[in-house]
């Protein structure tokens, strides 16, 4: 029987698609014959095929409101990318469908595949040339997957591998081919062990399924397919099918029909086809599928007023006949061109900021008339979501159909730190991390977890790192110990209940994690890391209440993105627990986790692919830039281009044909806004080859009005986050009561007071101290207290004469000082080593030094009460020479710089002879009541230890004793009066030493030129 010539129709791009199908449908212009508007039931004859599921829902709401009772059977409506065994009930010989691989399982077992494969390379062989590590092979396994599916939809058989010949190659993809054609093996016969294919295998088979199905009943119901450019072959015989079924028809989405006929020709041409053309797909559909001409296809409505398919098609028209731009004038109206683009804006933005701030102002000035739409068209997922934010600024919600990946959802978050803190054996970062997380409860309420918390990070978290594992976390809460720490500190003032509840939390942590902590060495079975991963994840948000609904949908992809690995544990590589923490965000990012649905939302974000068939009233195309739109031509790693085109693989340009089709398609809204930021990341971007293009068609002057139009969004923008002017900032000088200001200070902050007195304020009027860093390795300041305490307590354990084995002694003091810091393997190394070298020095130096001493006070403490007893000074000297022929010689050890007798003579510096007017008032203990005869640094450097006077050489030590105690009175009788203020950086050009209490006292902000500026 001879095949009908095919019925084919198209609908513009500027004409809603769906409603105008619905309509087209309903009125009996698809098919003939069939004109069910007034037949309820007679519509639930016919099939329709559409691209997606999303325009499968937007038909059935369109056909029940067209409907004169509002009610009606829809018909059978099968998205393309989906066709499944129900829709072969009648299909003889395939009742029995094969199972799909699940996606999961495969990129496990291909993974596994290519992690085998490279560690049986050698290194002379390429391995170096082969990304390791579990994101590697997963992405490595993900192009392979692509591959795979690319040679099953363009039905080219594995067996033309043999026809690319070693050697005409880089050696890379010798290699790579070699891999193929072990793959090539590999992997059927692992898919005829599970009785299972590939899942685009298994679609084209159910496709073509159902066009025999179709050709088998001729005389069948109504069948329509729409909206398809038939891109994959299986689709494209399944259209073919429709067209000539007598009661079948083909609805084409903006065939180009002012396209000419030469240049649509060369679109198809065996010698240089154009495949990143939008019309590509279409043209290749008609010639080699439908073997009809482009002048067979009838349209189902005119352009709309507005239309831009003129212009597009110039705009977008092949390169080989761009020079008919010249002539564009005379073939086309300049009133058409004007028209085309008199409600299209453009925003230039400055940034990926403004850009998103700009369309979220254009999205919300949609919503000031009742019932018009807009929608967000982007790829650039990070530009989507940045809009969605921005909206919040206006309370307004929009439904983003992408969603987000699971990897990035809350719950997603909450699994990849959990395998985080595990395999980095709850070191306190990722730790804080996740017990400050919302789906984190380890069985408590959330008030009660976020008290213990805050006891648990104060307790062991902040400063240096407890040992690993939960014995670890544990013990460093039972042996927390708070008087051992200055009673200023807040950790000393920790009561009995709250260290409890700590470590009921450390319990609960460790009980929790347990099963994964277990696995932390070595390398174990993916099935075994998964089933403790899913238990540890489970224990550790155990007595959650119910979260918001977004969270539980999250929750639920959770669970069964954690199901699916299960299923495909068996065939996945076995891997240490840091490699498994490492892969997850991969496994988990390729399951999106959608919102729930927004009923009558009336603005969208939607990703390229989700747009077709979709119609607003106000579209924005954005994220315009090369390399976004269109994406950048993607390298695959196992192919090269030649390999390809030796296969007969499409052309990577395919994808570009396919972007330029969403484009065109997308251009067709009444209201267009096309957006792109001049700068990404602060570099400069390429406007997009469609942007380009459709520029130079459009002419200067015209382009430059759509561009001012667009800057109106940009003002908004910017008048939304402009502030009014404010007055520049003063320097901080709070002035407390008398009575708040503190009446005692060691001689180190008489220093602080002189050059920063707001440190004072904040410290002790305030009582602020600042926190140690969540596992804060140890620093200059813990070196430096480790040498101090190490040459004290050898001073004071050897006062007079030193020992016949000095540098042992002084070593033995060393080893105890510095036993703190072997958790900190490298900086205790780096630091030990120095401490040795500098035993020897500074036993040579002692040497000499102790011919001039009677006795040695080292670390002892003092203080000095001022006349009135209205103030206390007080201080620890590091240490007092009561010297032979009289006096006292006073020595500070330096491990930084040490300062001048200059800043000394000047007051900045005025530990030294603050110490000696103490020692010469009495105030050390048992130390004679003498007055200091020298004052020294002794700095102690890697290379040398060096002495520096801190008298100038026109002044003696006790008389600098006394001019320092004197200011110092003069100091405190200053700050005694009430108007007198706490200043910020009193002397700035010191402020290097300083720093705690800067965010407090908003330095940054007053300092910016005039009084502040340095």
């Not at 106000?618 to 695959?636: H, I, M, N, Y």
Request: some cysteine.
């Amino acid at each position: 029987m001879s095949l009908r010539a095919p019925r084919l129709l198209t609908i513009p791009s500027s004409v809603p698609f769906l409603p105008t199908l619905a309509d087209a449908l309903l009125d009996g212009r698809l098919v003939e014959g069939f004109a069910p508007r007034h037949d309820p039931l007679a519509l639930a004859t016919a099939t329709v095929f559409l691209p997606t599921r999303r325009a499968g829902r937007l038909l059935a709401e369109a056909l029940r409101q067209r409907m004169p009772s509002g009610v009606t059977l829809l018909p059978r409506i099968v998205p393309l990318g989906d066709v499944d065994e129900d829709a072969l009930a009648f299909a003889e010989g395939f009742i029995d469908p094969p199972h799909a691989v699940p996606q999961t399982t495969r990129r496990l077992a291909l993974a596994n595949l290519v992690a085998r494969w490279r560690s049986l390379l050698r290194g002379d062989d390429g391995r170096v040339a082969v990304a390791s590590g579990p994101g590697a092979e997963i992405a490595l396994a993900d192009a392979l997957a692509l591959l795979i599916d690319e040679m099953a939809a363009q039905e080219v058989p594995w067996e033309k591998l043999d026809v690319l010949v070693p050697g005409e190659h880089d050696a890379y993809w010798d290699m790579a081919l070699d891999f193929l054609k072990i793959a090539r093996e590999f992997w059927p016969a692992y898919l005829a062990g599970e009785k299972m294919v590939d899942a685009r295998v298994r679609n084209d088979r159910l496709v073509d399924a159902e066009a025999e199905r179709l050709r088998a009943i001729p005389d069948g119901g109504p069948v329509i397919a729409a909206g398809s450019t038939g891109s994959m072959p299986a689709t494209a015989r399944l259209l073919a099918a429709v067209a000539h079924l007598p009661r079948g028809c083909v609805v084409l989405p903006g065939l180009d029909t002012h396209l000419d006929e030469p240049s649509w020709a060369a679109l198809t041409e065996a010698e240089a086809p154009a495949p990143s053309h939008p019309q590509y797909g279409l043209a290749l559909l008609l010639a080699r599928h439908m073997r009809v001409g482009r002048e067979a296809v009838l349209s189902l409505s005119p352009p709309a007023p507005h239309g831009r398919e003129v212009l597009l098609s110039e705009a977008l028209r092949p390169v080989a006949s761009t020079e008919a731009w010249a002539s564009l004038d005379s073939r086309v109206g300049a009133g058409e061109i004007d028209v085309a683009l008199e409600a299209v804006c453009v925003i230039e933005a400055e940034d990926s900021r403004e850009e998103a701030l700009s369309i979220a102002v254009a999205l919300r000035e949609v919503l000031e008339t009742p019932g018009r739409t807009g929608a967000l068209i982007t790829p650039d997922r990070d530009l989507a979501r940045r809009v969605t934010a921005e909206l919040l600024r206006f309370e307004v919600a929009i439904d983003d159909s992408a969603g987000e990946p699971l990897s990035e959802s809350a719950p997603g978050r909450f699994a990849r730190l959990v395998a985080d803190v595990c395999h980095q054996a709850l070191a306190p970062v990722p730790l804080a991390a996740l017990l400050r997380h919302d789906l984190a409860r380890f069985g408590l309420e959330r008030t009660v977890l976020d008290g213990s918390v805050d006891a648990l990070e104060l307790m062991v978290l902040r400063g240096p790192r407890p040992a690993g594992g939960a014995q670890g976390l544990i013990g460093a809460v039972t042996a927390f110990d708070p008087k051992t720490f200055h009673p200023s500190d807040a950790r000393y003032r920790l009561g009995e209940d709250v260290r409890e509840r700590a470590g009921d939390l450390a319990a609960r942590i460790g009980s929790a994690l347990e099963p994964l902590l277990a696995l932390g060495q070595g390398v174990h079975a993916f099935a075994a890391l998964l089933d403790a991963h899913a238990a540890a994840v489970q224990a550790a948000w155990s007595g959650l209440d119910a979260g918001s609904e977004a969270d539980q949908i999250a929750l639920d992809v959770l669970m069964e993105a954690f199901r699916q690995m299960a299923e495909g544990a068996p065939a996945a590589p076995d891997m240490t627990l840091a490699d498994y923490a490492a892969a997850l965000p991969l496994l988990l990012a390729d399951k999106p986790v959608r919102p729930p649905l927004l009923a009558d939302e009336r603005l969208r974000i939607l990703g390229p692919l989700e747009a077709r068939l979709v119609h607003v009233d106000r579209v924005v195309l954005a994220g315009l830039v090369e390399q976004t739109w269109p994406k950048a031509v993607r390298s695959d790693p196992w192919l090269s281009r030649p390999m390809r085109a030796a296969l007969g693989l499409e052309a990577p340009e395919r994808r570009i044909g396919l972007s330029a089709h969403d484009f065109a398609q997308a251009c067709g809204a009444p209201e267009l806004i096309l957006s792109r930021p001049r700068k990404l990341g602060g570099a400069p971007t390429v406007p997009s080859r469609f942007l380009q293009r459709l520029a130079a068609v459009s002419g200067e002057a015209r382009w430059k009005a759509a561009m001012a139009r667009g800057d109106r969004y940009r003002r908004l923008a910017r008048l939304i986050d402009e502030d009014p002017p404010a007055p520049r900032l003063a320097r901080p000088e709070p002035a407390p009561p008398v009575e708040l200001r503190p009446t005692r200070l060691s001689v180190t902050e008489i220093e602080t007071w002189l050059r920063d007195p707001y440190t004072i304020y904040a410290r002790h009027v305030l009582r602020l101290r600042p926190l140690d860093g969540l596992d804060e390795a140890p620093g200059a300041a813990e070196r430096g207290n480790a040498i101090h305490e190490a040459l004290g307590a050898f001073a004071l354990a050897f006062p007079e004469a030193l020992p016949a084995e000095a540098e042992a002694a002084l070593l033995a003091q060393g080893r105890a000082a510095f036993a703190g810091l072997e958790a900190f393997p490298a900086e205790y190394a780096l630091w030990w080593a120095r401490f040795e070298r500098l035993a020897g020095r500074y036993i040579a130096w002692e040497r000499i030094r102790r011919t001039q001493a009677r006795r040695i006070f080292a670390e002892v403490g003092g203080r000095l009460v001022l006349p009135g007893g209205r103030f206390t000074l007080t201080g620890r000297a590091d240490r007092i020479e009561q010297l032979k022929e009289g006096g006292l010689a006073i020595l500070d050890f330096k491990t930084g710089q040490s300062p001048t007798a200059k800043q000394v003579k000047a007051g900045y510096s005025p530990q030294l002879p603050l110490e000696a007017a103490i020692a010469a008032s009495g105030g050390f203990q048992d130390v004679p009541a003498e007055p200091a005869g020298a004052l020294t640094y002794v700095k102690l450097g890697i290379s040398e230890l060096r002495e520096g006077n801190a008298v100038d050489k026109d002044e003696s030590a006790a008389g600098l004793a006394a001019s320092t105690r004197e200011r110092l009175e003069q100091l405190v009788a200053a700050f005694e009066n009430p108007t007198r203020g706490y200043a910020s950086l009193a002397r700035p050009m010191f402020r290097g030493r300083f720093g705690d209490y800067d965010h407090l006292a908003r330095v940054k902000e007053w300092s910016t030129g005039g009084e502040g500026e340095e």
